[in-house]
Nanobody
């Protein structure tokens, strides 16, 4: 079993910064593409950013130029650096990973709340 545990959420004023981390635990697995999603109240979960094992990145238009996704393959960890935060960034942020372990499956973290006050 592979578990993803997020950390780093919290309350920040508009214009501020936060860094989210997501660490995978378990054994005998490989992580392919990892990503961050978010879900605001009353809205569907949406992709924020993703990163391949080779560190190719993809961003939602709404966060381009403000957020940076990165990963440390040795630590099985993915990060999301969020700058110039806006109230509309308020959401629960979820980590997702494509996991190879006796097959291919997707794992989700439990989510971490990010609240941006105006």
């Amino acid at each position: 079993q592979v578990q993803l545990v997020e950390s780093g959420g919290g309350l920040v004023q508009a214009g501020g910064s936060l860094t989210l981390s997501c660490a995978a635990s378990g054994s005998g697995f490989t992580l392919n593409t990892m990503g961050w999603y978010r879900q605001a109240p009353g809205k569907q979960r949406e992709l924020v950013a993703s990163i391949t094992r080779g560190s190719s990145t993809n961003y939602a238009d709404s966060v381009k130029g403000r957020f940076t996704i990165s990963r440390d393959n040795a630590k099985n960890t993915v990060y999301l650096q969020m700058n110039s935060l806006k109230p509309e960034d308020t959401a629960v942020y979820y980590c997702n990973a494509e996991v190879i372990r006796f097959g291919l499956f997707y794992s989700w973290g439990q989510g971490t709340q990010v609240t941006v006050s105006s």
